[in-house]
């Protein structure tokens, strides 16, 4: 009997991995996966959420750990998703799924997403309509993994 449930991903993303996204053994590399496809997937969640003052919206992924997406995948799919919500800011939980290789793999990471002042770099409170815009994006995923 399975114990574990299905969360709802508001952003989906397929990677093909090609020769060039491989290292020399055959996992993806760091680059890839931190500064292309893990940025592009938080990107792509900030910038689904119109209430956001673009200008003023700092992310920062964690780098995942070295060799997380091993075995010469075919096809990595990234997913995200807010999970901690903060006055002034909100944490963008990343799954990488990597399948058709040598193993199926799952790394996951997080991404720091803040409103800030542009003029001085303070935290800026989210308001009630990033608030209630993060809830509405959370409650419509389609994508469930």
Same mark, same amino acid.
């Given at each position: 009997?399975?114990? #574990?449930? =299905?969360?709802? &991903?508001?952003?989906?993303?397929?990677?093909?991995?090609?020769?060039?996204?491989?290292?020399?053994?055959?996992?993806? !590399?760091?680059?890839?996966?931190?500064?292309? &496809?893990?940025?592009?997937?938080?990107?792509?969640?900030? +910038?689904?959420?119109?209430?956001? /003052?673009?200008?003023?919206?700092?992310?920062? =992924? %964690?780098? *995942? /750990? =070295? #060799?997380?997406?091993? #075995? !010469?995948?075919?096809?990595?799919?990234? $997913?995200?998703?807010? $999970?901690?919500?903060?006055?002034?800011?909100?944490?963008?939980?990343?799954? *990488?799924?990597?399948?058709?290789?040598?193993?199926?793999?799952? =790394? +996951? $990471?997080?991404?720091?997403?803040?409103?800030?002042? /542009? %003029? $001085?770099?303070?935290?800026?409170?989210? +308001?009630?309509?990033? *608030?209630?815009? *993060?809830?509405?994006?959370?409650?419509?995923?389609?994508?469930? #993994?």
């Amino acid at each position: 009997m399975s114990t #574990g449930f =299905a969360m709802r &991903w508001p952003v989906l993303q397929r990677h093909a991995v090609a020769d060039a996204d491989l290292d020399e053994v055959g996992s993806v !590399r760091q680059e890839v996966l931190d500064e292309r &496809w893990v940025a592009e997937a938080c990107a792509e969640y900030v +910038g689904r959420c119109a209430a956001l /003052p673009p200008a003023a919206v700092r992310q920062q =992924a %964690a780098p *995942l /750990p =070295a #060799g997380r997406v091993t #075995g !010469r995948p075919a096809t990595v799919v990234v $997913t995200a998703r807010a $999970t901690e919500v903060r006055p002034s800011s909100f944490t963008l939980t990343v799954r *990488l799924r990597a399948t058709g290789g040598a193993a199926d793999r799952v =790394a +996951g $990471t997080t991404c720091e997403v803040r409103l800030e002042d /542009p %003029a $001085t770099g303070d935290a800026v409170d989210l +308001g009630e309509a990033v *608030l209630d815009e *993060l809830v509405a994006m959370d409650r419509s995923a389609r994508h469930i #993994g």
